[in-house]
């Protein structure tokens, strides 16, 4: 029974830090912000915004706007970028923005493959341990046919 709680208690332990892989990273000084604005400089908040990126056709972005009418994004190569903005009524801004000295987006600061790896393994070695200590039991219930 120890042997069995110790295996439960070793496989959640990556599950609890892990959360299914996933992780954040707050970085103030690689993103691109856009002010979108009308002709009388109203912000276009919420507004639909397209980003793409050097020397490509598709939109490398879409997203929308916040309230103060700014576009934001994260380049990961130098070049002219173009960022698009448009509200359901047909207004269409667009800008041309250049970026020099870009930095790739790094990891996500999330939980390391191995970790979750190793949560796996543990977790398959325990289900095996279970079944291989409840199977035979399961098959000696009344009623239940066993194999021949």
């Known amino acids: 029974m120890r042997r069995l709680l110790l295996i439960a208690a070793i496989a959640s332990l990556p599950a609890a830090a892990g959360a299914h892989g996933t992780g954040s990273r707050v970085s103030a000084d690689r993103a691109v912000v856009v002010d979108l604005h009308y002709a009388d400089g109203e912000p276009m908040s919420f507004v639909d915004f397209y ?8 939109a490398y972005l879409h997203a ?16 002219e970028w173009r960022v698009e903005g448009k509200d359901s009524e047909g ?5 041309v ?5 870009s ?3 790094a990891g996500s600061g999330g939980v390391p493959a191995w ?7 543990l977790n398959l070695f325990g289900a095996a341990e279970l079944w291989s200590r409840y199977a035979p039991r399961r098959a000696a219930l009344p009623g ?5």
């Open 97 to 101: 923005v250049p970026v020099t000295g």
């Open 51 to 58: 980003v793409y990126a050097p020397s490509e056709v598709g």
């Open 64 to 79: 929308r706007a916040d309230r103060q009418g700014r576009a934001a994004f994260v380049p990961d190569r130098d070049g």
């Open 103 to 105: 930095v790739a987006a």
């Open 91 to 95: 207004h269409t801004v667009r800008a």
């Open 115 to 121: 970790m979750l790896w190793g949560s796996l393994a």
């Open 144 to 148: 239940m046919r066993t194999a021949p």
